[in-house]
Each structure stands twice: as structure tokens, then as C-alpha cells.
């Protein structure tokens, strides 16, 4: 060995020299350098001359060796970490977990950002930047020598905005979410977050609470690092990634702060690096019987119907047909078996305990509502990954003959003059004296306009209304909120009354509850049937119909639609306006157009 090799300046260029010749033929097996010239990264690392020094000199400044060039699986760690986005605030050392398993397995692990759509805190609406989000990732994950990676996610919009821009790519890919939080604790009871959120407001508007017992309770709700421990979107996206199939079994439910949490992101880092080598990609799981998986289990679950536009836009990347109406039709046999606030009782550290999302996988499965056979990122069958799952509490996962609520509450798709492209309610959170009504409708143009009026003792409101929230669609907002769960009247309220009927071009926080019609479609600022409607005329709700009737002759509409006037936009450049002219309604997933479909992880030009 040279001075040159004892001090660790072995030339990068002359090791991939010497091994000229051997790398074509190799195949998959080992991690050595006579595997590196079927590899991505080989293209950046195990490049010669300039090129190939420039690339592995610069990764050098971090204090790599010469030895993580030897031809290794690269594997990228898209983390959606950030101070900003607190349910993912903790991701920092969920990456570093990744990593150990990475090298573990003979992996070379780069961790890099991306946008971290945290719910909580960004306005107008996260939704708004889960498209940019799954084009940052897309980009970043094609423009870099990865050869795979393992996507960190957490609050709701970052688990289907990574999925998407890593489906659009279709290298190997694994989805670690950060996990929910410990149960709020109030008052020795369990409170959850987001629902109690609605809860607590409504009592502090009646009276019932006062503020400063309010600024109590919400110190209460959020005691650990993790996202939303209610079966809010969060949780609900986390148990579809891994009914997908892109998620090891058993780790949707671990709390963010369970040791047992950072020991699955290790084999998730373990297993990225065999993914490669078997070649499994995003195309080979996302299949259709994948996503027949997913939208049964998220009915199983009592999930929130912002899976509808997550899992839409999601299948449009790879191509798979998945319309509306198939989120009706394929839960009509699937009852609720899982008994989780909003719907219900407890919150997720219960469902993990009680065996988590695997426990709900193997009911269906051996219901026969379940594809066993679908491929999962373990290279098994799902139905094979959970086949030895147990229940460990009945009550938080109830066997599928002794339901949390009958099969077909789950969400249904309604139809009608005034939904021609669809509508969803969820079932399990709304009230069942409202699934068959007719009402009133009291119009309001945005939510804005609603919620200046809404505390007034002497607005002209009854509890039989149908309160009409528009302008709150993908464009209109833009973005698509979730407004749609607006609060009662405060007069409504103190007088005893919980629900209403309430119908918006907008979405509800799957923490939310309510009869709440959510996603109309087309959106009312696109000249949708919802912007022709007016204070006083009357609605009819038939759920069980799956039905949203305006009932207004076909000559009146046909008055309002000539005199109606598209709203002006106050985008004149950005990323708003790009998002104003090319998203597509909820009924396409809310994704931009030109971004369906999978674009592969062919880099077209190399600059050096």
C-alpha cells in the first residue's frame, strides 16, 4: 500500500479502471465494484475521467471515502422535515434510523429535503402544495444518482405528494410515515386532535367552556412529536400507503416517539437496498388490485375521504383507471371494523396495540374482500405479509362479523344536477336522522363570507338549512381547503343543535365530523351547477340514493348559468397561477394535467 492509499487519497478514478470490463455482466448479487455498471449512480460515480473525479470529489467534501464509490446501492432519503411542518418535525431522526439500516445493508444513504406541506401552519391550504411538492420529489429523485428511495412523510399532503413524484420516476422506492402522536389526555379522558379541536370550539361558542379552559385542552391534544393520533388524513394516508403495499407491514401505527418506530424505519433502510437489487419498482406494486386494496381497507378503517383525491391522483401516475364512482362500488360489502375517532371511540396508539393496520388487512383477506396476492414492497404477497396477524383488543378492531358499523357506511358518491361530476359524503361521521333531507339552502360565496356572519345572534338560519359553502374548490380558493366542515351558527348551537347539512366544492379534515357533502364537482368557479344555486332554494339529500338534487326547474338554471360571471383571479404569475390553470377537478385527483403518467428516471442530458 502507497502513502497515498494509507492516507485514504486512493484515486476514485483509477479503482473503477481496474475493474473495466467485469461490470456489464455482473447482475445484481454483491455490493462490489464488478456490480457497478448496471447501476444508476454508475452513470455520476463509477464514471472515468473528468467527469467521474468531478462527481466523487465534491462528495468527498462531506467526508465519504473512496470505499462508498465501489459501485453500492445509492439510495436517496426524500425527508419531508421541518420546524414549519410540526407533525414532521421529528423526521431528522427518523433519516438517520434509515440510514443505519442503509449501510447495515451495503448501501451508500443521501438524505435531501423537500417541501414539507404541513397542514397546520401553511395557508391558504396545504393542498395547494401537494402538486408542488410531487414535483419537487420527482425531480430531485430523477436529476440525482440515486438508484433508490426511501420516502419520510408525515403530516397528511406529504404521504400522497412523495408517492406521487416517486411513482412518476419508478425507481425502487419504500415509505416511511413519522407516525401519530400519544393520545391527548384531558381531564382523565382521551382527546383527539383535530376532532376535539371542532368539539372544544363548539362548546367555547355555546358557552359551555370558556376560553381559558379552552387554552388548556389545546396544550392537551398534541404531547409528543407525530402527526394527527385521530383517524384523520395523516393516519388514514399511512394505513393506505401500506394497504398499497409501499409501506412495511405493521408500521403505519407505530407512535412517533416508539422506539418500535425508528426500528422499522432501520429495515426500511435494510430492505430499500435489496429492493434494488431485485428491480422492484412503484409499477410493479401500484397495480389495480393494489388500489382495490387500499380504497376497501380506508372503508375498514373509517378513513378520511381526502384518500379519494389522494389515491385518484395517485393511480393517474401510473396509469391506472380508477373513477369515482369505484370508491362507491367497491365498499359496499366492507363494513367499519375499526373503532377510531372521528367515527368513534379511541385513537391510534389503541389501534396499534390492538395489532394495527395488519390485524385489518387479514379480515379482509379472509373475507375474501382482500387481493392477497398484490405485490408489497417485502416482495410478498399482502395477504401473505399479515396472514399470522392477531388481534390483541376487539373493542379498537372488531371482527368483520361483529362491525363497528354495517358494510356500505362507508363513503358513498353522490350524483345529481348539482354534482354531475360527483360528490362524497362520509358516512360514518354523519348523522343518520340527515342521510335522507330536504332543505333550505343558505348560500355563501366563500368561507370567509360565511364565518363573518356565522356568530350573529339574529342571521336567518334553522336547523333544517343546508348550508352551501362554495368557491372553495381547486381553483376557486384555490387549492380546495378544508372549510367544508364549517361550525354551526353560534345561535344554533346554544340552542342545542349539533349538525346540519352543509355541501361545499371544498374538503373536511379527516379529523372533522358532520353531514358534511364534500368534493362537488365541478367546482363552482369553474361554472359548476353549486354557483348557480341561490339563498332559498331548496336541496334534497338522499344518501341512500346517492343522490344531491337542486330542486330548481332546468329552464330557471338555464337562466342563471347565461347571467353567470366567472369569478376574476388575483393570480397574475407564480405557482398560483400555474396551479389555477392546469389542476384538474376533484374528481381527477386535483393533480395538474400535464403531470399524469410516469416519466421514468431516464436523466435526457449530461452536461459533463
Known amino acids: 500500500m502507497d502513502g497515498a492509499q494509507r492516507d485514504g487519497q486512493q484515486d476514485p478514478p483509477d479503482q473503477f479502471e481496474r475493474q473495466e470490463g467485469v461490470g456489464a455482466e455482473a447482475g445484481g448479487g454483491g455490493h462490489g465494484v464488478a456490480g457497478v455498471r448496471h447501476r444508476r449512480s454508475a452513470h455520476w460515480f463509477g464514471a472515468e475521467g473528468r467527469a467521474g473525479m468531478l462527481y466523487r470529489s465534491w462528495m468527498r467534501n462531506q467526508g465519504f471515502g473512496a470505499e462508498v464509490f465501489d459501485g453500492r446501492p445509492v439510495i436517496g432519503i426524500a425527508s419531508t422535515w421541518s420546524e414549519l411542518a410540526p407533525c414532521n418535525a421529528h423526521l431528522d431522526r427518523v433519516a438517520e434510523a434509515v440510514k443505519r439500516g442503509v449501510w447495515m445493508a451495503g448501501g451508500f444513504p443521501l438524505e435531501f429535503p423537500v417541501m414539507a406541506t404541513g397542514e397546520t401552519l401553511l395557508r391558504p391550504t396545504a393542498m395547494l402544495y401537494r402538486n408542488m411538492l410531487a414535483m419537487q420529489a420527482e425531480e430531485l429523485i430523477r436529476a440525482n444518482p440515486l438508484d433508490g428511495v426511501v420516502l419520510l412523510s408525515g403530516c397528511d399532503k406529504t404521504t400522497p405528494g412523495l408517492l406521487m413524484g416517486a411513482a412518476s420516476v419508478d425507481l425502487p422506492a419504500v415509505m416511511v410515515t413519522g407516525g401519530p402522536m400519544l393520545n391527548g389526555k384531558f381531564r382523565g379522558g382521551d382527546v383527539g386532535s383535530g376532532t376535539h ?286 372549510v367544508a366542515n364549517v361550525p354551526l351558527p353560534v345561535k344554533l348551537l346554544r340552542a342545542g343543535v349539533t349538525d346540519m347539512v352543509r355541501i361545499s366544492d371544498g374538503r373536511m379534515s379527516g379529523t372533522g365530523f358532520g353531514t358534511v357533502v364534500l368534493h362537488v364537482a365541478p367546482e363552482a368557479a369553474v361554472g359548476g351547477p353549486l354557483a348557480l344555486v341561490r339563498t332559498g332554494d331548496r336541496i334534497e339529500l338522499d344518501v341512500p340514493g346517492r343522490r344531491l338534487t337542486l330542486l330548481v326547474p332546468d329552464e330557471e338554471l338555464e337562466r342563471r348559468r347565461a347571467a353567470w360571471v366567472p369569478p376574476e383571479s388575483e393570480d397574475d404569475g407564480g405557482y398560483r397561477w400555474l396551479y389555477r390553470e392546469h389542476v384538474l377537478q376533484a374528481d381527477g385527483g386535483a393533480d395538474f394535467g400535464f403531470l399524469r403518467g410516469s416519466r421514468g428516471s431516464e436523466v435526457p442530458r449530461d452536461s459533463h
Open 197 to 482: 379541536v371542532w368539539k372544544f370550539e363548539a362548546e367555547i361558542k355555546a358557552g359551555r367552556m370558556s376560553v381559558e379552559e379552552g387554552h388548556v385542552a389545546e396544550g392537551c391534544m398534541a404531547r409528543s412529536n407525530g402527526h394527527c393520533m385521530t383517524m384523520g388524513t395523516a393516519s388514514t394516508m399511512a394505513c393506505v400507503a401500506e394497504a398499497l403495499g409501499m409501506q412495511l407491514p405493521g408500521s403505519a401505527a407505530w407512535p412517533a416517539v416508539d422506539s418500535r418506530r425508528f426500528e422499522v424505519a432501520q429495515e426500511a433502510g435494510k430492505r430499500i437496498v435489496a429492493m434494488v437489487e431485485e428491480d422492484l419498482r412503484p409499477s410493479a406494486i401500484l397495480t389495480r388490485e393494489a388500489f382495490e386494496n387500499a380504497v376497501r381497507a380506508n372503508a375498514a378503517i373509517g378513513g378520511s375521504t381526502n384518500a379519494i383525491i389522494h389515491l385518484t391522483a395517485l393511480a393517474g401516475r401510473v396509469g391506472v383507471d380508477l373513477p369515482l364512482d369505484d370508491f362507491d362500488a367497491l365498499v359496499r360489502d366492507v363494513p367499519t371494523i375499526v373503532d377510531l375517532m372521528p367515527s368513534g371511540r379511541f385513537l391510534m396508539e389503541d389501534f396499534c396495540y390492538a395489532g394495527g393496520l395488519p390485524v385489518v388487512l387479514r379480515e379482509l383477506d379472509d373475507a375474501g374482500l382482500l387481493h392477497g396476492g398484490a405485490v408489497t414492497v417485502t416482495g410478498r404477497g399482502v395477504g401473505e405479509n399479515v396472514a399470522d396477524a392477531v388481534c390483541w383488543n376487539t373493542e379498537v378492531i372488531r371482527p368483520i362479523g361483529e362491525p363497528l358499523q354495517p358494510a356500505g357506511s362507508g363513503t358513498a358518491v353522490l350524483r345529481g344536477n348539482l354534482a354531475p361530476g360527483g360528490a362524497v359524503i362520509k358516512q360514518s361521521a354523519a348523522s343518520p336522522e340527515l342521510m335522507r333531507h330536504t332543505g333550505r339552502a343558505l348560500v355563501f360565496d366563500s368561507p370567509e363570507e360565511y364565518h363573518a356572519v356565522c356568530d350573529d345572534d339574529d342571521l336567518d338560519v334553522s336547523p333544517g338549512d343546508v348550508l352551501v359553502i362554495r368557491g372553495a374548490g381547486p381553483k376557486g380558493y384555490p387549492g380546495m381547503p378544508e
